[in-house]
């Protein structure tokens, strides 16, 4: 099954730290971009990232950009996204989305809550 | 960056009759070289993640109802549901792919009315 499973959420203080992973079954994931977007409460979405298929391209929207980083292990299938300096507007579900132009394959999304 | 403003935020259409979502962008998303509008849509409904609907504006994604339409060019865009399903009860996103940062829509929710 082509599939995209997100983990690595939970509850993180203000300036914490967090590293979400997402994990890709059922299609050749080496060959594709990999995008992180997310969904506050309430809200919208919003692209936060992505990577090109050997890691050696990244593109983050300003908000997170020096404190998030994106990054992909291929030989694992999957997908990160480390999270530093946390802010409590970056509370949101976190989710993984195969491409960088549409995003035609969307994990279920896991939730990161800034709080103190 | 590119804003994307949909209008309405909400509509309510009876069962079987049309519905009509916009999608205005701040700036061109048609690439003169290939002629290619890079606009997507999704269909998102709670619970559920995102799912793509229409891509290079009019291009409908494998699987999707061919109720579902896709027009425009430029900075004008239109998603059309011809005949409402209950089970299109969602909040429909257009998403420019034309240049970083990405950007969404606000959203449109449809209801039955």
């Known amino acids: 099954e082509v599939q995209l499973v997100e983990s690595g959420g939970g509850l993180v203080q203000p300036g914490g730290s967090l590293r979400l992973s997402c994990a890709a079954s059922?299609?050749?994931?080496?060959?594709?971009?990999m995008s992180w977007a997310r969904q506050a409460p309430g809200k919208g979405l919003e692209w936060v990232a992505h990577?090109?298929?050997?890691?050696?391209?990244?593109y983050y929207v300003d908000s997170v950009m020096g404190r998030f980083t994106i990054s992909r292990d291929n030989a694992k299938n999957s997908l990160y996204l480390q999270m530093n300096s946390l802010r409590v507007e970056d509370t949101a579900v976190y989710s993984c989305?195969?491409?960088?132009?549409?995003?035609?394959?969307w994990g279920q999304g896991t939730l990161v809550t800034v709080s103190s | 960056d590119i804003v994307m403003t949909q209008s309405p935020d909400s509509l309510a259409v009876s069962l079987g009759e049309r519905a009509t979502i916009n999608c205005k962008s701040s700036?061109?998303?048609?690439?003169?070289?290939?002629?290619?509008?890079?606009l997507a849509w999704y269909q998102h409904k709670p619970g559920q993640p995102p799912k793509l609907l229409m891509y290079?504006?009019?291009t409908r994604e494998s699987g999707v109802p061919d109720r579902f339409s896709g027009s425009g060019s430029g900075a004008d865009f239109t998603l059309t549901i011809s005949s409402l399903q209950a089970e299109d009860v969602a909040v429909y996103y257009c998403?420019?792919?034309?240049?970083?940062?990405?950007?969404f829509g606000q959203g449109t929710k449809v209801e039955i009315k």
């Open positions: 989305a195969r491409g960088h132009w549409w995003l035609g394959l």
């Open positions: 059922g299609f050749t994931f080496r060959d594709y971009w």
């Open positions: 990577i090109n298929p050997d890691g050696s391209e990244t």
């Open positions: 700036q061109s998303v048609l690439y003169s070289s290939n002629s290619q509008n890079y």
């Open positions: 290079w504006a009019s």
């Open positions: 998403h420019q792919y034309y240049s970083i940062p990405r950007t």
